[in-house]
């Protein structure tokens, strides 16, 4: 599975929209991008993935670039409960296991 | 809807105790199941997988089995725990494989 870069930490005021970028330069045709989060002390949460069009659902917007190799993910309005470490993850096809780096922490302000 | 059960949330077990995670999934039948682990400043890591009653993948070698006696139900084991099975212990489901898997709340282990 491809390798993911994150930024460590990125700051959100809250009520705006958080935009968490991910790259993945060595992406191959067949690799989904998933997102999860993980709040302190609890196991991660789905939030959303996709393979080469832009997805949203309840939660967030996944935009995938049209040579796939980043994405970022957006939460529209951010609320302190947006508060987590968020992971961007490149899962092949036929791969049974997500592997989680170290991610991005988000934090929302008051 | 589906749910996934993790029990205990918290254990503290004695170095050479044995060990035994259960987890169990409500509201979807024959699912994937996963064992995942994440020791303290690390990212998860899959210890096994299952994609049917009785049939279990080890992704690594170590000190931990898993069984699957029943369709939703998934353990982990260990004969006698190490220092280094210390950790927070993940169970997650996905209706196939390549569909986003779904984790509980985990089990934080500490050895002593």
């Known amino acids: 599975d491809a390798k993911t870069t994150q930024p460590p930490s990125m700051d959100c005021a809250e009520g705006r929209a958080a935009n968490l970028p991910c790259n993945h330069s060595?992406?191959?045709?067949?690799?989904?991008v998933y997102w999860y989060r993980q709040i302190h002390s609890q196991g991660p949460q789905y939030i959303i993935h996709?393979?080469?069009n832009n997805e949203t659902n309840e939660m967030a917007s996944l935009i995938i670039t049209e040579d796939r190799k980043s994405s970022t993910l957006i939460l529209p309005h951010a609320t302190l409960r947006d508060t987590a470490v968020y992971y961007c993850?490149?899962?092949?096809?036929?791969?049974?296991?997500?592997?989680f780096g170290k991610g991005t922490k988000l934090t929302v302000n008051p | 809807s589906q749910t996934i059960h993790q029990w205990p949330a918290t254990l503290v077990q004695p170095v050479g105790s044995p060990l035994s995670l259960e987890c169990t999934v409500e509201?979807?039948?024959?699912?994937?199941l996963y064992w995942y682990r994440q020791a303290a400043g690390r990212g998860l890591q899959l210890l096994f997988y299952?994609?049917?009653?009785?049939?279990i993948s080890s992704e690594v070698p170590q000190n931990l089995s898993a069984s699957r006696p029943q369709d939703r139900q998934f353990i982990l084991s260990s004969k006698k725990l190490l220092l280094s099975d210390s950790g927070f212990y993940l169970c997650?489901?996905?209706?196939?494989?390549?569909?986003?898997?779904?984790f509980g709340d985990g089990t934080r282990l500490s050895i002593l």
């Open positions: 997650a489901w996905s209706v196939v494989r390549n569909q986003p898997q779904h």
């Open positions: 060595t992406i191959s045709g067949n690799e989904y």
């Open positions: 996709g393979l080469k």
């Open positions: 993850i490149v899962r092949g096809e036929g791969s049974e296991k997500l592997v």
């Open positions: 509201g979807t039948s024959n699912p994937n």
């Open positions: 299952s994609v049917g009653i009785g049939q």
